[in-house]
């Protein structure tokens, strides 16, 4: 019996990223599948009287975005939280700041992410006292944007515990000034110590909020992300009950790999947990390691000192990183580790020669190393002979990063997110958002990795553009490179027949129009597993 379509787009510029049917004008979907692509003749005719149709009127098709380094289970918990991403300067955050404290009510605590300091005018990083004259009466804590520094104010302090007595926790930096007393500035693991005595929200909260996100998402074009964990695991095994709900219930409309802290590597192991383990929907990630912290807090751990601090922070020792890896490598767990410093990135990539060097693995899906936000050429050389490797890199954390980046590592910034020598060295490169370290958005990523500059537009000439992406590499590697790394790859990444129907329409060409607007690109249409989930 002849299969009849449920949606026919037509008339449409359809660029499938696939290499063996590169185009298409229309095509034809039935359940959750594609059923077939080609010209409007051919798929028109295969129409039935309840076949919705819709007029594409040339605007660009594409397969639906996989982010692959996402904390969205984090971005959920703060759906609420203030957003500082688009802040302008310390005064704007300080008003912010004095606003939410106000319609928040005394004593409730007042939260919020994304801070960039070194964008703003004063480049200044808030202190206890900053946040005590806008915000009295409230328990303050706000996290900059690449979530390895949080700021708290003396009522924050005070309810966490945090004095001059209060010692470093592990992996964590307590700043204090020359009388011993604390900033308020919190690094790498001490904001736990605030995450700690916050109020939790109720489990029907939380799963509101995961769906409420869900829904961004698929406004953005994402129809698929990797969960990824915060260093210390404290969210790991909630994450995962939470995403189980979901998809128990019948509510999960995206696909998700749940990534694990590195601290239940035992655990995962005693359970026969594998990577890849799961359903078309739902699916046990990576086991999820830090080696370092982040260039932001000058905790990324470097060969050469920065500019105006030290060598950074190695975290857990690459030693410990390695038996665990070893141990998950043989188990068929794959391994994701956390390098921001060349330093960082040194010790991993060797780390990974040694892994593979031993021979057999029980991993059908590859390792990853995450961010390599700055690496040595000869390292990249290094990392070019292994063969179960791949590299998630964060284009969006670029266009924050350039001011950062000059203040403290000046011409050394020019090893900083190498995204064209990465991907020469053959590895595969999959791009992502880092959200909520960086905007969620993949056509702002896929900008940032084609141009090099701020969402501003500047610099003028980009940020050392030999580093560059192609539109279509970019686009690669937020479609068919993510899938084909996850072990997905036959059915997800590319609008192929039988694959399947996640795919979005934009508002404009990306591939045609001036670098400098893709950011401003919108999703008219998100189709996923052949449902219509976002429509303009």
Known sequence: MKTVPDIILYNGNIKTQDNCFPMAQALAISGNQILSLGSDREILNLASKNTDVIDLDKRLVLPGFIDTHFHFYEWALNYDSIDFSRVCSFKEMEEIVSKKASVSGKGNWVLGQGFNESDWPENKIPDRYDLDRVAPNNPVCIWRCDLHLAVANSLGLRLAGISSETSDPKDGVIVKDASGNPTGVLKELAPNLIRNVLPELSQAAVLENMQKAVRDAHALGLTSIHDIRLMGGLDGADALKAWQHLRQEDKLYIRCHVALPGEMTDQAIDLG????????????????????????????????????????????????????????????????????????????????????????????????????????????????????????????????????????????????????????????????????????????????????????????????????????????????????????????????????????????????????????????????????????
Not at 302 to 331: F, H, N, R, S, W
Not at 412 to 434: C, F, H, Q, W
Not at 496 to 516: H, N, T, Y
Request: hydrophobic share 40%; with cysteine; aromatic share 6%.
């Open 273 to 536: 947990l594998c990577t890849g383990f799961g359903d078309n929907f739902l699916k046990i990630g990576y086991l999820k390691f830090f080696s370092d912290g982040g260039m932001g807090a000058r905790t990324g751990w470097m060969t050469e000192k920065y500019l105006d601090a030290g060598y950074g922070i190695p975290l857990t020792p690459v030693k410990d990183i390695e038996k665990a890896a070893l141990k998950a490598d043989q188990a068929g767990l794959s391994v994701m580790v956390h390098a921001i410093g060349d330093r960082a990135n040194k010790e991993i990539i060797g780390m990974f020669q040694r892994i593979e060097n031993m021979g057999s693995t029980r991993c059908i899906i590859p390792h990853r190393i995450e961010h390599v936000q700055m690496v040595l050429p000869e390292d990249l050389e290094k990392l070019s002979t292994l063969k179960n490797i791949a590299v998630s890199c964060q284009p969006n954390n670029l266009s924050l990063d350039i001011s950062m980046i000059d203040t403290c590592a000046g011409s050394r910034g020019k090893y900083a997110y190498n995204l064209k020598s990465i991907l020469e060295t053959g590895v595969p490169l999959m791009l992502s958002s880092d959200a909520p370290v960086a905007d969620p958005n993949p056509l702002a990523g896929i900008y940032s990795a084609v141009t090099r500059k701020r969402m501003n537009h500047t610099p003028k000439k980009g940020w050392y553009m030999e580093q560059a992406l192609s539109v279509e590499e970019a686009v690669k590697g937020y479609t068919i490179t993510p899938a084909m790394t996850s072990g997905i790859g036959n059915r997800l990444g590319s609008l192929s027949k039988g694959k399947f129907a996640d795919m979005i329409v934009l508002d404009r060409d990306i591939f045609k129009i001036d670098p400098d607007q893709i950011a401003d690109a919108k999703v008219d249409l998100t189709i996923f597993d052949g449902m219509i989930v976002h429509e303009k």
